[in-house]
DNA sequence: GCCGTTTTCGGCCCGACTGTTTTCAGTCG
């Protein structure tokens, strides 16, 4: 049972919970604790086995022995209980835009409706109109909302990597309206999780009109889901949701804050605001004696008046930034500026779309100072791996480049490999070979749906053998379809720490891994971090953006990453290991 | 269901928008 399986059947138990009329705040542990555990860096049936479990925040008692029935069993008794007792179809209903607990409810008692087909059904026919709390028009939203409900796929979250240059491409549009003062991308986008639900964009204006009118005219606006004075939201053709808030800019602090979330760090703030007399909301602090406003126009001043540094929206996970902040010990997160080097790079000897001249020129013009070419190797037939002989071959061009460019910019270009992990455990080139590489990148491309044992048994021979540097893109995930290997990652954060071996942050979003949980956890153990571009081509080498962004949300610092060092450094780590 | 330098019981963040309602409930974020 994987953390995921078990936040699945927590956030199941609160829908059901929550259409059974249960009190909201036992609905919400249940579904906080689910968004707790679904990204939790350590693994359910580990804390099970060291008594821990009451180590995550929001899990009491009952939380934990829930937990524990469903390590230990596989199914809990009292999840399977509500299912008896819930119908699947009402469950459901709540995925489509404009049901909630209530109306699912009462379609179901009231009308005897169970299925999203017959509600379908019902709306169509006009019986949904003469329901209690409805009318003629909640039933066309309705109709609506199921029709939407079965465009979006199974998933419905769009990759950072789509969901944040269409943010940025909307946004510019609507700063060159007039009175459009400035504007920012919010919401869980600006905290760069990897996959985004809905686009949130915040413009500061003293007149919000023109840009609401702008904003729900846009061409590729499918449906306009509201239309307020100051918050209008879209469904665009793409079925990607956004939302639009116009504030003042002397309320740009409390409204950005309030607007980039995460929701749980929101309530944070929230409760230590009460605790010194003050609520606040996105349009300000307000005194609850008088009622008398405190406006804010930078986040700065927000977390000031609660006695806070400034908090990186990466952070804002209520992951223990409050706590850190509190204590002065928020991480001094790494920035894009710090990066020095590329690790992991493809050529068109293998399956990239440039030669190593001109990647190395790529990336020089970038501002790295070197880098490493590795292409696939032998195994890796369809990506055209090099055989032995034309990595030998290689070698003698990369040597040729790093002369050359060496001489003319003092830039270096080392030569490596992207080796396979093969599916039997053993790596794809015998260690004579590899002795003869600069630097060594070890991914599993193959077998990922092996079983735990295996896979993760692959993984370690490959970070224990000492000319390997780095294991590239760990878990093997891409977003958004395909989770990653069901490896043991403790293990292999403690193989890595013992071996000196750096685990990848891949920055293209379609693998954004490391993901942050556990490139922090990783970094807590000891293990050495590589945000690299995995570049094809020169334009990948600007996703490096991305790995950054990941990395700052898993609380790394500069000095944990290897590609911030020197040269020096880099050839300080890498030689005594082997080469 | 969780939690406690006020509390082991009684709280638990806050507001915008919509539609159905004659003052508010439901939904959403």
Request: net charge negative; proline share 4%.
């Amino acid at each position: 049972m994987t953390n995921r399986e078990i936040a699945n059947i927590f956030v199941a138990v609160a829908d059901m919970l929550e259409i059974q009329g249960e009190i909201i705040h036992r609905v919400l542990s249940y579904r906080r604790t689910a968004e707790t555990i679904a990204e939790y860096p350590r693994e359910m049936r580990a804390l099970v086995a060291e008594g821990k479990l009451n180590e995550i925040p929001g899990v009491g008692k009952v939380l934990a022995e829930k937990i524990q029935e469903l390590v230990d069993t596989g199914r809990l008794e009292f999840y399977e209980r509500l299912k008896a007792e819930v119908p699947e179809g009402v469950v459901e209903m709540l995925r489509v835009n404009g049901v909630g607990p209530k109306k699912a409810k009462m379609f179901w008692e009231t009308a005897d409706i169970t299925t999203l087909d017959s509600l379908e059904a019902a709306a169509k026919d006009g019986k949904l109109r003469d329901l209690p709390g409805m009318g003629v028009k909640s039933e066309a939203k309705i109709l609506e909302g199921i029709a939407a409900y079965r465009r979006r796929s199974t998933d419905t979250r769009t990759p950072l990597g789509i969901a944040l240059p269409y943010a940025e491409t909307i946004l510019a549009r609507l700063l060159e309206i007039p009175g459009a003062l400035k504007g920012t991308v919010a919401g869980s986008t600006r905290r760069a999780r990897p996959t985004i639900g809905d686009l949130d964009l915040l413009v500061a204006s003293e007149d919000a009109a023109p840009l609401m009118e702008a904003f729900i005219h846009m061409p590729e606006v499918a449906r306009v889901l509201g239309n307020g004075e100051s918050k209008s939201s879209l469904e665009l053709a793409n079925g990607l949701q956004v939302d639009l808030r116009v504030l003042p800019p002397a309320r740009w602090g409390t409204a950005l804050q309030y607007f980039s979330g995460s929701q749980a760090h929101n309530i944070r703030l929230r409760e230590l605001a009460l605790k010194q007399g003050l609520s606040l909301n996105e349009h300000a602090f307000s005194r609850v004696s008088d009622d008398g406003e405190i406006l804010c126009a930078t986040e700065e001043e927000v977390y000031a008046t609660l006695g806070l540094p400034w908090i990186p929206p990466e952070l804002r996970e209520d992951w223990g930034e409050v706590e850190a902040a509190q204590a002065g010990r928020l991480p001094n997160l790494i920035t894009i500026d710090d990066i020095r080097s590329d690790l992991h790079m493809h050529t068109t000897w293998s399956d990239g779309k440039l030669s190593i001249r001109e990647m190395a020129e790529a990336a020089r013009l970038r501002g790295r100072q070197f880098i490493v070419i590795t292409d696939h190797s032998r195994s890796a037939a369809v990506a055209n791996g090099l055989s032995i002989e034309r990595l030998l071959t290689q070698q003698q061009e990369v040597r040729a480049v790093d002369a050359e460019m060496r001489e003319r910019y003092g830039f270096r270009v080392f030569h490596g490999s992207e080796i396979e992990i093969k599916a039997d455990g053993t790596l794809d080139y015998p260690d004579d070979i590899l002795a003869q590489l600069d630097f060594v990148v070890a991914s599993l491309h193959v077998g990922l749906r092996q079983p735990r044992e295996q896979v993760t048994q692959r993984a370690l021979n490959a970070i224990s053998n000492p000319h390997v540097d780095l294991m590239g893109h760990p878990r093997g995930q891409l977003i958004p379809d395909r989770e990653g290997a069901d490896l043991d990652m403790e293990a292999l954060f403690a193989a890595a720490a013992k071996h000196d071996t750096a685990l990848e942050i891949n920055s293209n979003p379609e693998r954004l891994d490391l993901e942050a949980s556990y490139a922090r956890r990783a970094v807590e153990l000891g293990v050495k971090i590589c945000i690299d571009t995995d570049a094809h081509s020169a334009s990948d080498m600007d996703l490096l953006r991305f790995g950054i962004m990941t990395a700052r949300r898993g609380w790394i610092e500069a000095r944990s990453v290897v590609n911030t060092w020197a040269l020096d450094a880099f050839l300080n780590w890498v030689t005594p290991r082997g080469k």
